[in-house]
């Protein structure tokens, strides 16, 4: 079964600078798309960035990338110029081409620090 | 804009009630799911949808029943709550293999 681990239970930064959420993951398929999802204390999901598998060049939200190392599995997420709003859990999520499940990872908690 | 709502978004059962979470979208889509999260986890699939009149299991389906009569809505039930189906549930829709959109939750309290 696939498993999506993300290391770092909680995460500061201080605003205006950038960090980075990990996530790695675990999987036999060469076809699969790979997510993080934002969830702020209002609880609601809302997506910040997708990654296809077979796409080489790494996905790009405005102050959110992604650096997707096929080989090595991880799927890391840099927030750029960071902003207060930014502050939420952060999940990690893996869907396997054709399949319509998502499996998440535990969730990291991001601070930002005025 | 509507998107995936939830309905109740709080609510308090005692061990043994029975409630059903209703989910309802307004963006046409195919597939629907209900998610529950608990403190420390990611979201875990309890049961799914991939068309009107159809229903699947996912990695957590003990406890909970679901039903898919329309298109656009997609009920969890509970017929004997427990105290263990605490939690946050979570309802999400999509198209086939597309974006999943969630609704906002609805917290469970069993007593």
């Known amino acids: 079964a696939q498993t999506v681990t993300q290391s770092q239970p909680e995460m500061s930064v201080q605003e205006a600078e950038t960090v980075t959420l990990s996530c790695t993951y675990d999987t036999s398929e060469s076809d699969y798309y790979l997510f993080w999802y934002k969830q702020p204390p209002s609880r609601q999901m809302i997506l910040v960035i997708r990654q296809e598998a077979y796409k080489q060049q790494n996905a790009t939200e405005n102050r959110f990338s992604v650096n997707f190392q096929k080989a090595a599995k991880s799927f890391s997420l840099k927030i750029s110029d960071s902003q207060l709003g930014d502050a939420a859990m952060y999940f990690c999520a893996y869907r396997q081409g054709g399949s319509e499940k998502l499996v998440f990872g535990k969730g990291t908690k991001l601070t930002v620090n005025p | 804009n509507a998107g995936v709502t939830q309905t109740p978004k709080f609510r308090v059962l005692k061990t043994g009630q029975s409630m059903t979470l209703l989910c309802a979208q307004d963006m046409n889509h195919e597939y629907m799911y209900w998610y529950r999260q608990d403190p420390g986890m990611g979201l875990r699939l309890i049961h799914y949808?991939?068309?009107?009149?159809?229903?699947a299991k996912g990695e957590v389906p003990d406890g909970y029943n679901v039903s898919r009569l329309k298109k656009q809505n997609f009920l969890l039930g509970l017929e004997s709550a427990a105290p263990s189906q605490t939690s946050v549930y979570f309802c999400?829709?999509?198209?086939?293999?597309?974006?999943?959109?969630f609704g906002a939750g609805t917290r469970l309290s069993v007593l």
């Open positions: 999400a829709s999509s198209r086939p293999t597309g974006i999943q959109y």
């Open positions: 949808s991939v068309g009107e009149g159809t229903t």
